[in-house]
């Protein structure tokens, strides 16, 4: 077959397009998650020409795509007031929602279900692609079947030039991954594949929306799919990819002792690797790693990669499509090099850390109070003493003793004397941290918690596989510091002040764990603890 190139950014070749679509053609059009397969969604013939040409299995539904909001009611039996709202926070945008279908619908579209999928894309070339040809599109991704998904038009060309009758450039797709689908079809809403719009998102929009098990685990023996992308192994290279779950430096010192393939790492780890790399994104930016995952998937084979260890996401926030495709990708290999877990604990002041750390230790984990730590004559020796005094003055030093309260009152001025605290002291403290850390490790503990209030400043979010983060609203947390330290309201809130904000912690979190007045506490951390339990 020969396949027509055409461009966006050219009106003439979107009216082409959109005549194809109308006479039952196929053409790949870009949209803001990944490229799609486009086809007339209302006619059964159509639709299996899709199927033909990724050689995608009948029974895996397709997303119906529309450029007005309107045009879904002649697609469903009803348009629930749940859909009308997440139409209103969402679409246009990365969003599917499933509803019973109408009669428009034909069973190829919906993979034989008695549902339909519909999503109203944001991408203005593929809004004009569906005004021009006057039809609801089908449109899966545009790859074979199993393939990392497209997110460039070179993508696009590699895997289906010859198989469709046009190719529509519309540049590099913007989130990267494809779109959230929730299912409206129940009782309550269900997030069966996740996306650019959050599961937070979601429910701050529509209360309670559960997890279909499936996101985060593979389908049970002969469970059929309601949603693209539930499949057991999908969007995969030629390459095998394996998923290893670790910190920072466990994950590079594992994959450097292989030696025996490329780190599909975060940007932050490149400078550990020994081995070829392939960045995807920053470690605490979920947007940035869906933007680039499937290019960088794409890459693998462009190189003739045969294998790759990929750095483990946080299943937070955007975290969790990634975390959902890269599992699928890897045909759930995963790897945890040294059978534990390092929780980092975190928070600003008067969150409830040490509270939190209570109940860890007390559910059999290895806690390690990094305060306690700073405490010890191992960090305050009497070098340390002395730059201390150098740095703050004298008065910070009595009779050879360290002066906490006159310490924290000048150490606590300024974000630049903290940052020379932390010159002073965070590498004596690590010293020691670390210290404990091999003891827990010697003595068999599978979850290690460090209890460390400066966790990022000191650099030691590169020994944790997982960051957990307790907060509470600042009068709360001005309260509990009144109460615990004995301090002035002014010496309290000059403490708060010279501390990061709230979002530097829970943007770097793997749980927030909200510590106002009412939280459960217990049950917070039995979630978490539930969480990191192997399958």
Same mark, same amino acid.
């Given at each position: ?193 996740? +996306? ?5 998102? !979601?429910? &701050?929009?529509? *209360?309670?929306? $559960?997890?279909? @098990?499936?996101?985060? #685990? ?100 955007? +975290? ?5 495709? !890269?599992? &699928?990708?890897? *045909?759930?290999? $995963?790897?945890? @090099?040294?059978?534990? #877990? ?107 918690? !460090? ?85």
């Amino acid at each position: 077959m020969e396949t027509i190139l055409l461009d966006g950014q050219n009106a003439q070749d979107i009216r082409r397009a959109g005549e194809i679509l109308q006479k039952g053609g196929l053409v790949a059009i870009p949209t803001e998650t990944v490229y799609g397969l486009a086809g007339n969604a209302l006619c059964g013939e159509t639709v299996k020409k899709i199927y033909q040409a990724k050689g995608r299995p009948s029974d895996n539904p397709l997303i119906v795509h529309i450029n007005k909001t309107e045009q879904l009611a002649s697609l469903v039996q009803e348009v629930p007031e749940s859909a009308r709202k997440l139409a209103e926070a969402f679409w246009p945008g990365p969003l599917t929602m499933i509803l019973p279908k109408s009669s428009l619908i034909p069973p190829e579209t919906s993979g034989g279900l008695s549902t339909v999928a519909v999503r109203c894309p944001s991408h203005p070339v593929a809004r004009a692609v569906i005004e021009a040809a006057g039809l609801p599109l089908a449109a899966p991704s545009a790859n074979l079947t199993g393939r990392p998904s497209p997110t460039t038009f070179a993508h696009v060309q590699a895997d289906l030039t010859g198989r469709v009758d046009a190719l529509l450039d519309g540049g590099d797709c913007q989130v990267g991954v494809e779109s959230t689908v929730i299912t409206l079809a129940e009782e309550t809403p269900r997030l069966l594949r996740p +996306g650019g719009v959050t599961l937070a998102q !979601l429910r &701050r929009v529509l *209360g309670e929306v $559960v997890v279909d @098990p499936a996101v985060l #685990h593979r389908m049970e023996e002969g469970q059929r799919a309601a949603s693209p992308g539930m499949k057991y192994k999908h969007y995969a290279p030629a390459a095998e990819v394996v998923l290893v779950d670790a910190s920072p430096e466990e994950y590079a010192d594992y994959v450097n002792a292989r030696g025996d393939g490329w780190a599909l790492c975060f940007t932050e780890t490149v400078s550990r690797m020994e081995v070829p790399v392939l960045p995807y994104g920053g470690r605490y930016d979920g947007a940035s790693q869906a933007h680039v995952l499937f290019d960088a998937l794409h890459r693998l084979d462009v190189q003739g990669i045969k294998k790759a260890y990929a750095q483990m996401p946080s299943k937070r926030g955007v +975290g969790l499509a990634v975390y959902n495709r !890269l599992i &699928r990708a890897a *045909g759930f290999q $995963v790897i945890n @090099p040294q059978s534990h #877990h390092i929780l980092g604990l975190t928070g600003p002041s008067g969150a409830g850390k040490s509270t939190v750390g209570e109940i860890l230790r007390r559910q059999g984990c290895f806690v390690i109070d990094c305060d306690q730590v700073t405490r010890s004559p191992q960090v305050y020796d009497a070098a340390c003493l002395e730059e201390l005094a150098q740095a703050f003055g004298p008065e910070v030093v009595q009779n050879d003793a360290l002066n906490r309260q006159e310490l924290a009152r000048r150490a606590f001025s300024s974000q630049k004397a903290r940052a020379r605290l932390g010159e002073i002291t965070f590498p004596r403290i690590l010293r020691q941290v670390r210290a404990c850390m091999r003891e827990g490790q010697e003595q068999g503990f599978s979850l290690l918690v !460090l209890d460390a209030p400066t966790l990022f400043e000191a650099g030691l979010d590169g020994a944790c596989s997982r960051i957990l983060v307790v907060d509470a609203p600042k009068e709360e947390r001005l309260r509990r510091i009144l109460r615990r330290d004995g301090l002035s309201e002014e010496a309290a809130l000059r403490r708060l002040e010279a501390q990061p904000s709230g979002d530097f912690y829970t943007s770097r979190a793997d749980w927030v764990v909200e510590n106002g007045p009412g939280a459960d506490l217990e049950a917070s951390v039995a979630a978490l603890l539930d969480d990191l339990r192997p399958e």
